[in-house]
């Protein structure tokens, strides 16, 4: 166990609709990273988080957008969402050890199906 | 761009080493890891070692970094059949903001 939670483990959902995913970091990461699985694309880093501001932005669609809260869990939202969209969606969260290195712990996924 | 690159499949009998490669781009300021995810599951971390470095060794795995040939491999000695699953290398750049560039992942099979 990362100590890395995230909810649900499972969705199902139709093409047009709105999903939210949650992620809440281990305890003292300020750090949160999300990533998306999927067969085509393989893992492909989406956004990053730290203490509640955007830092980096990867390949992630305008559809989709995320946000860290006060409590420093994250959302990431996915709207208008298409079939291929369905992936496996993971967030990790990190401590910054010295020399710049940090290690992203990461939860067990929230797996999207969009029929 | 940044690439990072595996091979496909590997499979092994049990009690043999496994080899995993890995190709990544190079960067004064790397660090490279090594994650496993079994069937259902998330990334585990399994290892990680600086671009300077040349290898690194944790209990069964041992970690060589080629950093001429921007080659990385990950060697499992002993290999257990519990050791099946894909193995990913992931590159992340300290000037670039850390975040993980992942290879393809090898499919690891464990023969008993």
């Known amino acids: 166990d990362s100590g890395v939670t995230q909810t649900p483990k499972h969705l199902i959902t139709a093409t047009g609709q709105r999903v939210t995913l949650r992620c809440s970091p281990r305890?003292?990461?300020?750090?949160v990273y999300w990533y998306q699985q999927s067969l085509d694309q393989g893992l492909q880093f989406l956004i990053h988080y730290y203490n509640g501001e955007e830092r980096a932005k990867g390949n992630i669609l305008e559809r989709f957008s995320a946000q860290q809260f006060p409590d420093l869990h994250s959302e990431l939202n996915l709207s208008s969402l298409e079939l291929g969209d369905s992936a496996l969606y993971f967030c990790?969260?990190?401590?910054?050890?010295?020399?710049?290195?940090?290690?992203?712990?990461f939860g067990p996924g929230t797996r999207l199906l969009v029929l | 761009g940044e690439d990072v690159e595996q091979s496909l499949f590997l499979s092994v009998r049990e009690g043999d080493s496994s080899v995993i490669n890995c190709t990544y781009t190079?960067?004064?300021?790397?660090?490279l890891y090594w994650y496993k995810q079994e069937p259902g599951a998330g990334l585990q971390l399994l290892t990680y070692?600086?671009?300077?470095?040349d290898m690194k060794q944790d209990q069964r795995l041992t970690v060589l970094l080629n950093k001429k040939d921007k080659h990385l491999s990950l060697r499992i000695a002993d290999t257990q059949t519990g050791d099946s699953a894909i193995y990913f290398c992931a590159e992340s750049i300290v000037e670039a903001g850390n975040m993980l560039t992942f290879g393809g992942g090898t499919r690891l099979m464990v023969k008993p």
């Open positions: 305890s003292g990461d300020l750090s």
């Open positions: 070692i600086f671009s300077n470095m």
């Open positions: 190079d960067s004064s300021s790397t660090y």
């Open positions: 990790a969260s990190s401590v910054v050890k010295g020399a710049g290195q940090e290690t992203q712990y």
